[in-house]
């Protein structure tokens, strides 16, 4: 079952501790996973870990969360090669798709090769929610920074663009973020974009920017813009979700 427009909720959280499991799904994936709107069965969630290498440990954490959540749960793996058959199909047959984080670098290169950017562009536009956290909240925007690279963090300018804007995630929690963002909206780098501190998540309908939401209190969201050769920085409305 599709959402009515194409919708992403993307995230610097969506995961908390769980007390019968590792992990336990937090408000924000929660959150996106209800917006494909499916009634009388388990919502259908793909989970993709392609930015940690497809280790297995995630997987198998996943797959305890999503049951604790009533999902009907399924993973896409890309090493050693695809787990499907049709890329492309399995994610069209997904009401949401859940993206870990780790190297965004290393995620899309990987999504290119097999084509996975082709097929999560057309998931979207069919109306199959897209979410994730850190590398799965960056992955689809114009770019961000990134510590694929090392624990210096880098420029990413070739996210896969289906939102048009950048992206900074870990805001309040990793010191390089927020000043290093705020360089490279400044010097033109990277286009106007939107932040968020750890458990705070956006969401996009189409590629408007509706709401931003968290699943902890104090923390925020923020757009940052060029004017003239200086990042602007404002802090945006946050819903607490309980």
């Not at 663009?161 to 963002?181: C, I, K, T």
């Not at 757009?223 to 920085?233: F, T």
């Amino acid at each position: 079952m599709p959402a009515d427009v194409p919708t992403i909720v993307a995230t610097s959280g969506g995961v908390l501790p769980g007390d019968r499991t590792r992990w336990r799904v937090g408000p924000l994936t929660s959150y996106a996973v209800d917006l494909a709107g499916v009634s009388g069965r388990a919502p259908k969630v793909c989970f993709l870990a392609t930015a940690c290498g497809d280790a297995p440990e995630l997987v198998r954490d996943f797959y305890d969360m999503a049951m604790g959540a009533g999902w009907s749960p399924s993973h896409l793996s890309l090493f050693p090669m695809p787990n499907v058959p049709d890329v492309t199909a399995h994610l069209l047959e997904q009401d949401a798709v859940w993206v870990c984080g780790g190297s965004v670098a290393g995620l899309l290169a990987m999504w290119r090769l097999h084509g996975v950017d082709r097929a999560m562009r057309a998931a979207w536009g069919a109306g199959v929610v897209l979410t994730g956290v850190s590398a799965g909240s960056i992955c689809w925007h114009a770019g961000g920074t990134t510590d694929s690279f090392g624990p210096e963090l880098r420029p990413m300018t070739d996210g896969l663009g289906l939102l048009p804007y950048s992206n900074g995630v870990h805001y309040d929690s990793e010191a390089q973020r927020r000043p290093l963002f705020q360089q490279l909206v400044a010097d033109g780098t990277l286009p106007t974009g939107y932040a968020t501190d750890d458990g705070v998540g956006l969401v996009y309908r189409g590629t408007e920017l509706v709401e931003a939401l968290a699943e902890r209190d104090h923390a925020g969201a923020y757009r940052v813009e060029r004017d003239g050769g200086r990042a602007v920085e404002t802090a945006l409305a946050v819903r607490r979700l309980r």
